[in-house]
């Protein structure tokens, strides 16, 4: 399904909100992630900055006022998809070490499947990271139906289930003042991933289970 998107009203409200905030950090984020998403587009056809726009806004509407938090979630794809030097950006290095935790980057010698088990465990060293993640993650979910292939969709069912939401209760756990704001996230993304996980793979269990049993009956 392809949205339609006011990308300048999104930004525009954003950044009204950051210079009321006096969020310094995020204000340079803003503009840098406009400046090197510009001409990408996702997979339905819209402008990749709405991606995280609307993570950054979701921040927002949940009460999150943490500048390196927001400045994380609106740079976080800029080093892994426009190329960009993660020491290049003229950020901290909270914000930094956000970004790094947030790209997957494989070690030599490894598997796919170890990458991908490191990479979730290693979001719970930056808080900036696993809430960056948690949006994301909730994003993505929420856009993946009718975009991406029935493979791929259930490979991030069965990812968001083994490996994001145990890393969600940890990190609820680890950072107390983060409680109510995991809870949801963690809500949220369980919500939509049993709807993803009821229509892609528990209805085609049944369908396959009740095929195999009209062809029993046949057969009998």
């Known amino acids: 399904m392809n949205k339609q998107y006011n990308v300048d009203k999104m930004y525009t409200y954003l ?9 310094s950090e995020s204000l340079k984020a803003l503009q840098i992630a406009r400046e090197k998403h510009a001409g990408q587009t996702r997979k339905e056809g819209t402008p990749y900055i709405v991606h995280p726009l609307s993570m950054a ?3 927002v509407a949940l009460g999150i006022r ?3 938090v927001i400045a994380t979630v609106l740079l976080h794809d800029v080093v ?3 190329g960009v030097m993660l020491s290049s950006l003229p950020v901290n290095d909270t914000i930094k070490t956000g970004i790094k935790y947030m790209t997957i980057a494989p070690l030599e010698g490894e598997t796919k499947e170890e990458t991908k088990r490191r990479y979730f465990q290693q979001l719970l060293d930056s808080k900036e990271a696993i809430i960056c993640k948690a949006l994301d993650r909730y994003d993505n979910l929420s856009t993946m139906a009718g975009v991406l292939k029935e493979e791929a969709i259930i490979k991030n069912i069965n990812e968001t289930d083994n490996l994001l939401l145990p890393v969600l209760k940890k990190a609820k756990e ?5 409680s109510n704001i995991m809870y949801i996230l963690r809500f949220n993304i369980r919500s939509i991933n049993d709807t993803l996980r009821e229509e892609y793979i ?3 269990e049944v369908v396959a289970d009740q095929s195999d049993e009209e062809s029993y009956c046949t057969e009998s």
């Open 80 to 82: 892994e998809d426009c």
């Open 202 to 204: 528990t209805k085609k």
């Open 66 to 68: 943490d500048d390196n």
């Open 57 to 59: 806004c979701y921040a």
């Open 174 to 178: 680890k950072w107390v003042e983060l």
């Open 15 to 23: 950044r009204g909100f950051l210079v009321g905030a006096n969020m």
